[in-house]
Each structure stands twice: as C-alpha cells, then as structure tokens.
C-alpha cells in the first residue's frame, strides 16, 4: 500500500500520537483526560482531519469483539457472585506443603483462571488472597505477586477469551476457539512451568528462610477479610485492558468520634440498603446509643454467604429496632451518636430453604458456565455463545439485573471503539505498510531467523504501543506475509502474534493491565500493603519473558 498524501500522513499521524500519548501516559498534565477519552478523541480527529469517513470509522468497529467483551465481562460478574474466585482463593492455601508449594500453587491457579476469565479479572480478585497467605505464613510479598501477574499473562495466552488481544486475533484470523487452544495450550502449560522454575530460582533462598513462630502467630491474629472480594471492572489500562481499581470505601474499625455518629448511621443503612448481597428476607438489628461501632468483614457461616456485620463492642443503651425489609422506609434514624448494626438469618425454617436455593443458584451458574465453554470448543459463534450465557445467568437469577450489569465496565467498550476507528484511520496513512514492506524480508516464518525477528519486533511494540494496537497493526500483514509461503503458516503467524504479543507484557511492569492490577491492588490493600517498584519487577520480567517467549515460539503449532 502506498502512502497516502502528504497532508493526510501527518494529521494521522498527529492523531495517532494522541491516542497512543494518552493511551501509555493517560495523566499527562496539559491533557489529563484518561484513556478512554483518549481513544474516542484519536477517533474523533481520524474523522475531523478526513483521514477517513463517517462511514469507514462505524464499519471499522468490529461489533464482534465488542460482543464477546461484554459477554464474557457478565459471566465473570455472577461468577464472582457464586463465590467462585473465593475457592479458588481458599485452593491457594488448602494442605500447604510449604511455601514453595504455595508459589507453584499460584503460578498454575492463577495460569488456568485468567485463560477462563481473563487475566484481569483473576488478578484483581487474587492478589488481596496471595498477601493474605504471604502474612500469615510470614514470607515476603514480591515472589508471590511476581508469580501471580507473570502467569496470569502467560495462562491467559491459551484462549481466544483470555484477553482482548486474543480475541482481536480470533476473529481476523478465524481462527475456532478449539483450534486457537490447541494451538497455543501446550506452550502455555511449559511455559507456565519455566515461569515457575525461574521464580523458584530467583527466591530460592527467601522461601527456604525458617519461619519465626512468634511472627507467624502475630501475623494470624490480625484480621484479614477472609474473602471480601470486591466487584471488579474491567478498563483500559497500558492500552490494554484492565480493570479500575475502585475500592469500595469502608467505615474504620477504630472508634468514632461522636461528631461522626450520624454519618456513621447514614453510610450504614446506605450499605444495608444498598447491597446486593443482603436478601431481603433476613432480619436487621439496629442497636443505637452504643459507645463505638466496629465493622468487621463479610464472613461464611455453616456454608452460606452472610453479609457484613456490624457489632457492638460495648454494650447497647439505646432503643433496638428489628426489621425484616430492606427498604430505606423501614430504617428508623435516631439521634444517637454511634450505631451498631447486626445482620443475621431469620429463624425456623427459612435458613435451611435459603441455603438450598443460594446453593442451587450457584450450581446453576457454573453449570451455564461449562456449558459455555462447551459451546466453545464445540466451535459455536463465540460473541453469541457468551452473549447467550451472559441472558442465561440474569434470568436464573430471577431480579434486576441493573446492579450487575452497572459492574460491567462500558469504559473499556468505548475504548475498543475508538481504537479501532484510530488505528484503522492510521493504517489508512500508509505508513504501518510501509514499516512493514522494509521488515518483511527479514520477519517470514518459514525461517528460524524470521521467526526471531518477528518475535522481537512484536515484543518491543507491545511493550511501546501495548499489545492490542500491535495486533491491529501487524495482524493482517504478518498473516498474509506467511500465506505467500505456505496457507498452512497463517495460522501459525496468526498464533505466534497472540503468543508475544501476550507473554510481551511481563516484560515490565508496564507492559501489562494485569501487572498494573496486582501494583495497585497490592498497594492499597489495607493491613497488608506492599509496594511493587517497576525495578524490582524488570529484575524478574526481563530474563522470565526472554526465556518463556523463545521456549514457547518451539511449540506453537499451525
């Protein structure tokens, strides 16, 4: 393809450096506006400057994709519902054999989980699970939030459903959901290992450190949330994807100042009222007029889910209200300073039936889900398969479904639609075929050494303009490149760009959502915070996707 004229290659261009600008740095100063706007505002000049059309910027939204997203982002809402990532987190720790153990443990949970419900969503929901097991066994974070970012990334390379770049390559390449795991699934498997070999070696002396008794038993009084997991959305991050780390905020466990009581009663009843986790048939207590309020986590008694609890920690003056609705109407306000709120099951019969039916509702949600996967492999269309199992859950569970469907992050929806209309304006320059006619030559797949350049010049643009645009950019153009050799090699160019460009992200902290996930999760999480610098994860990033990346280029199968 030649070069488009000149004036329409350089305000491209302009507007393509601004979308990638916001897209790496989205808080610059003099344009703080995030990624998400970034990517409609790159789309937006693509039109404005006429690189393209109206026409061509809605055809080049591949509605597809966006499908399959939001699909798959509703599955993993109700499974997250159905306590699903609590097992998996309560997996982590079951009959530890050590805490060797425990980081293999991490590396193939987190590795099998992200393939099924991407890389984020497991990242996002673990790491608070990896901290907690690192204190209480009393063994240094990094290791552990290392090999839960590096294999989540690597895991999520054996599906199309794994992460967005997978998907991306799934539909331009046509490539079946059975045949795209078959093709990558045994690189993904030995490199999952390799991952855990080099982390092993690299913490080798940390793990085998004699555990202080008195630091461990320290470490098991504090009080942890057994499995608070909180809702996950799914944004762009690194021009990638990821989900905004949006804690919910929580009332302190210390004592209150009185001057904080009625704001105290207000923020609970707004929780009670408010909380999807709270049937409407269990019973209330509001004591009022206690001294001080402590909020203890969510836990899970005699195999049921019960909401957060509020207990007196001294004992009540006040009047007691018992309510059974959980209507704000039914709230009785007091002018009491501090509130203790207690929220338990309604006596007699009903506990018993509640249980059933919570424990049949969660069966049916894994069952819809292996279905789906089922359909899957079967080679059902993939964006109506999910699409499908997304309706399936929202009418088993038999209610609004607007609470769930408000954690679905539309953030990352807009700005898939505005990458794609972005980088289909900058293909329209030229200029990526033009780039790509000078390495062509040197990156062919029928050969040991194009294989390498192809893997390096996948690798360097992942980790500079992040995974999805590469692929936009290089997908087509590698594909037909290694259809001039042989039609059996474009699935396998096809394969070898979801494989980089996957594995690219553990490169830096940087390069991957995921890894900026577990950073930012791991640093707020409260009592447990740790910081992961970008230096300490190069340290390990750099040899870990070298090494992962060459030995999983052998084993991708066309």
Avoid at 131 to 140: E, G
Avoid at 201 to 211: D, N, T
Avoid at 510 to 519: D, E, K, Q
Wanted: aromatic share 8%; with cysteine.
């Amino acid at each position: 393809m030649a070069l488009a004229p000149t004036v329409k290659v350089v305000l491209g261009s302009i507007a393509f450096g601004i979308f990638w600008m916001l897209a790496v740095f989205p808080a610059v100063p003099f344009l703080p506006i995030g990624r998400t706007a970034g990517s409609l505002l790159g789309a937006m000049l693509m039109v404005m400057f006429r690189v393209i059309t109206p026409e061509q910027a809605y055809s080049a939204i591949d509605l597809p994709i966006l499908g399959l997203l939001f699909g798959t982002m509703v599955v993993s809402i109700y499974l997250e519902r159905a306590d699903m990532f609590k097992y998996l987190g309560k997996l982590l720790s079951w009959k530890s054999l050590g805490p060797k153990d425990l980081l293999c443990r991490v590396c193939f949970i987190s590795a099998i989980s992200s393939a099924l419900f991407t890389n984020d969503t497991c990242c996002v929901v673990l790491t608070e699970f990896v901290l907690k097991i690192a204190k209480q066994n009393n063994l240094p974070p990094r290791p552990f939030l290392l090999a839960l970012a590096s294999s989540a990334n690597i895991g999520s390379s054996a599906t199309p459903i794994g992460n967005p770049q997978n998907l991306v390559i799934a539909f331009q390449g046509k490539i079946t959901f059975e045949g795209f795991v078959f093709g990558i699934f045994p690189a993904m498997i030995v490199g999952v290992v390799v991952n855990t070999i080099i982390l092993l070696g690299m913490f080798w002396r940390v793990l085998s450190v004699q555990k202080d008794e008195e630091d461990v038993v320290a470490a098991q009084e504090i009080e942890v949330a057994e499995a608070d997991v909180s809702s996950h959305r799914f944004s762009p991050a690194t021009m990638s994807h990821s989900q905004e780390l949006e804690g919910e905020g929580i009332i302190s466990r210390s004592s209150r100042s009185s001057s904080l009581g009625e704001f105290q009663h207000m923020e609970i009843r707004n929780r009670i009222v408010s909380s999807p986790e709270v049937d409407p048939l269990q019973r209330v207590s509001l004591d009022v007029g206690s001294e001080s309020a402590r909020i203890p986590n969510g836990s899970k008694e005699n195999g049921t889910h019960t909401s957060p609890q509020l207990e007196n920690t001294t004992p009540s003056r006040g009047r007691r209200v018992t309510l059974n609705g959980m209507s704000s109407s039914n709230l009785a306000l007091s002018d009491s300073k501090n509130v203790s709120v207690s929220i338990q099951s309604s006596d007699g019969k009903e506990g018993p039936i509640k249980r059933w039916k919570r424990l049949i509702w969660k069966t049916s949600v894994y069952l819809v889900t292996i279905g789906m996967l089922i359909a899957l492999l079967l080679g059902l269309n993939m964006s109506w398969t999910a699409i499908t199992a997304s309706l399936a859950l929202v009418v088993l569970d038999f209610k609004d479904a607007g609470p769930c469907l408000e954690k679905v992050s539309y953030s990352l929806l807009i700005f898939f639609c505005g990458m794609f209309i972005t980088v289909d304006g900058f293909n329209k320059t030229g200029i990526p075929s033009a780039i790509w006619d000078f390495m062509e030559p040197h990156a062919r797949i029928d050969h040991p050494s194009g294989i390498v350049v192809l893997a390096v010049v996948i690798l360097v643009l992942s980790n500079l303009a992040s995974n999805v645009p590469t692929v936009l950019l290089l997908g087509a153009r590698v594909a037909a490149s290694a259809a001039e050799s042989s039609p059996a090699n474009e699935k396998k160019a096809w394969l070898i760009l979801a494989w980089v460009s996957t594995v690219a992200g553990n490169l830096s902290l940087l390069g991957s959502a995921a890894n900026l996930i577990v950073c930012e999760q791991a640093r707020r999480a409260q009592l447990l915070g740790y910081n992961l610098s970008f230096w300490s994860h190069l340290k390990f990033g750099l040899p870990s996707t070298v090494i992962v990346t060459a030995i999983g280029l052998l084993l991708i199968k066309g």
